[in-house]
């Protein structure tokens, strides 16, 4: 067998375990929702759903890998030398290899220690979990593949072969653990505190090191979990200790939902569903002065709102509602894509925002390790988003209106007979969003059921119904959507283990006091918060910043006696703004490319529009009546 068809083989079979576990996923929480009125419940539904997350979650980052798709900050972009920017990306693969290698001997000695005893049924808990050191293997072996440096001929195999090396002796502790237990023989003691010694010696370089390999365009979810490795053998933590965090966040059933709506999100975007909605809105609000204004930024919303990539939707999107608003309505270049630039983000604070489930969730997390009683649900965090939200909508649209008639766009005239048409084409994709919030919010479905039935609504809607997709495409949506889930899940299982050393650390309390002591003035914190995140937008994405950053930023809320719910929106709405703040706004960049523009042009053309989202973000910040009341109302 030829190692091409060999390669070939082992690709199909990755897709099929990800892509069936995904459909699993979607399947049986559908059928428990459809069962429950008749009292019948599937045995070991739940337990069963959680452990093919943690399977769907692992086998999406190996096919991510595989498709050189993991989130990373990625400065070199602005490197034209061909050759140095390929010595970058070797050196990022090296780095890479070497810290996934300890994770695959780290995860050995959890599956065989920390999973003892433990099972699903009649199922071991170890089987899932082989999928963990399956995973770390063939992750650093194609990291070390793709770190080859061509001009070395033939010792170009030394360098990744040697990061395996460093890899597997930095995972000493895991391996001799693995060999003899607790009982380690004498002579290796010594050279095991040395190991642990030097780690604490060596954590703050170290950790440096990776920051600095981050922003050369190692991917962020190896950087947190470089540096959590890192941390943890630094305070004399067992091997254990991050594949557990890792295993937890994996198996945490508040976040199931983040898969199976990112695949919503992508059933929709590859279908036609963009133009039918475009074709719905225009007919109900062309009529009125920017009327296809509030139809831009109502479908962008929605779109994010599913897909939690608001990057997606200026992809997806960005072409068809550039052709009306510019070529048929008359709108000015800059207007228009800055108008598409800065609309892709506002569905972060909508149902069911993917942002909004991920902070809800680990805020209660952080506040359960400080010993705070917390009685938040996602539902409380949805809640608190919604008002901002609709300001953000709504300052938008005001703006855009008021440009509308400063440059006198034509208004085209209402015609009843379109406008029934254009809803009856696109009534699925508009009732998709109520049906799924009622469903939720009446307590009808759980949010992981929600999730589960968008992603069968929308297989129905835009396959057999609408027949957008065909059979044979289905692949083809899961190809997309896998590398985002693959990207964002991996960042989670690593931040998790991250989060867990931050706070052992007992680093946030003591940020804290220093804070109080340095800072009074509760403004004054929110101020320099909201600066730093903007800041923070800027150079990193939305989910690695909730889950490294967040648990910082919860203790200080808890010292200046600020909600969490308000702070958690607070949070959201600034790295909103951030992906558009230059110089390295990320949806900057993704417009760009989709409109074939300069970066600096596009810079210059959302600049009207991040003075307005600031102007809202100051509001949120400073009334925390916004986020707040409806969560109390309805508490």
Same mark, same amino acid.
């Given at each position: 067998?030829?190692?091409?068809?060999?390669? !070939?083989?082992?690709?199909?079979?990755?897709?099929?375990?990800?892509?069936?576990?995904? @459909?699993?996923?979607?399947?049986?929480? =559908? %059928?428990?929702?459809?069962? !429950?009125?008749?009292?019948?419940a599937i045995p070991l539904s739940r337990p069963l759903l959680i452990h093919l997350f943690l399977v769907a979650g692992l086998f999406a980052a190996m096919l991510t890998t595989r498709a050189k798709d993991h989130i990373s900050i990625a400065i070199t972009q602005y490197i034209k030398n061909e050759r140095v920017k390929n010595t970058i990306s070797g050196i990022t693969g090296l780095i890479s290899a070497l810290v996934v290698t300890v994770l695959f001997w780290d995860s050995l000695s959890f599956i065989k220690y920390s999973l003892a005893g433990r099972t699903m049924g009649i199922i071991p808990d170890s089987v899932f979990a082989l999928a963990m050191p399956i995973a770390y293997g063939v992750i650093a072996v194609r990291f070390a593949i793709g770190s080859? /440096?061509? !001009?070395?001929?033939?010792?170009? $195999?030394?360098?990744? +072969?040697?990061?395996?090396?460093?890899? =597997? &002796?930095?995972?000493?502790? &895991?391996?001799?653990?693995?060999? $003899?237990? /607790?009982?380690?023989?004498?002579? /290796? @003691?010594?050279?095991?505190?040395?190991?642990?010694d030097a780690a604490y010696y060596a954590k703050l370089p170290i950790i440096l090191i990776l920051i600095a390999a981050a922003l050369i365009g190692t991917p962020v979810f190896v950087i947190i979990a470089g540096i959590a490795l890192v941390m943890l053998q630094a305070a004399g933590g067992e091997p254990d200790a991050a594949p557990i965090q890792i295993f937890s966040a994996l198996t945490n059933s508040e976040i199931i939902a983040i898969p199976l709506f990112t695949l919503t999100g992508f059933f929709l975007s590859e279908s036609k569903a963009g133009e039918r909605l475009v074709a719905a809105f225009r007919s109900l609000f062309s009529w009125i002065p920017g009327g296809m204004i509030i139809a831009t930024v109502v479908i962008c919303a929605f779109f994010t709102s599913f897909t939690g990539a608001s990057g997606v939707t200026i992809l997806a999107l960005g072409g068809i509602l550039y052709t009306i608003l510019k070529e048929k309505l008359g709108y000015a270049e800059k207007f228009s894509i800055g108008l598409l630039t800065s609309a892709g983000c506002i569905g972060l604070l909508f149902p069911p925002s993917l942002p909004i489930i991920l902070v809800g969730s680990t805020t209660n997390s952080i506040l359960y390790f400080m010993g705070v009683t917390a009685n938040y649900t996602i539902i409380d965090f949805f809640l608190g988003a919604i008002f901002p939200g609709l300001i953000l909508v709504v300052a938008m649209i005001i703006f855009g209106i008021v440009a509308s008639v400063k440059v006198k766009i034509p208004v085209e005239p209402f015609k009843a007979k379109e406008a029934g048409a254009a809803l009856k084409g696109s009534a699925l994709e508009i009732l998709l969003p109520v049906f799924l919030i009622a469903g939720y919010f009446s307590g009808t479905l759980s949010l992981v059921e929600v999730s589960a039935v968008s992603v069968i609504y929308a297989f129905i809607a835009e396959v057999l119904i609408y027949r957008d997709i065909k059979f044979k495409d289905i692949?083809? +949506?899961?190809?997309?959507?896998?590398?985002? @889930?693959?990207?964002?899940?991996?960042?989670?299982?690593? &931040?998790?283990?991250?989060?867990? %050393?931050?706070?052992?650390?007992?680093?946030?309390? *003591?940020?804290?006091?220093?804070?109080?002591? =340095?800072?009074?003035?509760k403004y004054l914190f929110l101020l320099i918060l909201n600066l730093a995140l903007l800041a923070l937008g800027c150079v990193m994405d939305i989910f690695s910043a909730i889950l490294v950053i967040l648990p910082l930023i919860v203790p200080l809320g808890q010292v200046y006696g600020i909600n969490p719910v308000h702070l958690g929106i607070i949070f959201i709405i600034n790295l909103e703004v951030g992906f558009l703040t230059p110089p390295v706004g990320i949806n900057l960049f993704l417009s760009s490319y989709r409109f074939k523009r300069p970066f600096t042009e596009i810079c210059r053309?959302?600049?009207?529009?991040?003075?307005? *989202?600031? &102007?809202?973000?100051?509001?949120?910040?400073?009334?925390? $009546?916004?986020?707040?009341?409806?969560?109390?109302? /309805?508490k």
């Open positions: 067998m030829s190692k091409l068809s060999a390669g !070939r083989i082992a690709g199909a079979v990755e897709k099929g375990i990800c892509y069936g576990v995904l @459909i699993l996923m979607a399947l049986l929480p =559908t %059928a428990d929702a459809l069962l !429950r009125p008749f009292n019948i080859r /440096f061509d !001009r070395f001929g033939r010792i170009q $195999w030394i360098l990744p +072969v040697l990061a395996i090396v460093i890899g =597997t &002796a930095a995972a000493i502790p &895991a391996i001799t653990k693995l060999i $003899w237990g /607790f009982d380690l023989p004498e002579a /290796f @003691i010594a050279p095991m505190n040395f190991l642990y692949s083809k +949506v899961f190809l997309k959507a896998v590398p985002i @889930i693959g990207g964002i899940l991996a960042i989670l299982a690593m &931040a998790k283990a991250l989060s867990y %050393a931050i706070i052992d650390s007992q680093l946030p309390e *003591q940020f804290a006091t220093w804070m109080q002591h =340095t800072i009074e003035s053309f959302v600049l009207p529009f991040i003075a307005v *989202q600031l &102007a809202v973000v100051f509001l949120v910040t400073y009334v925390p $009546w916004l986020s707040s009341f409806l969560p109390s109302l /309805f």
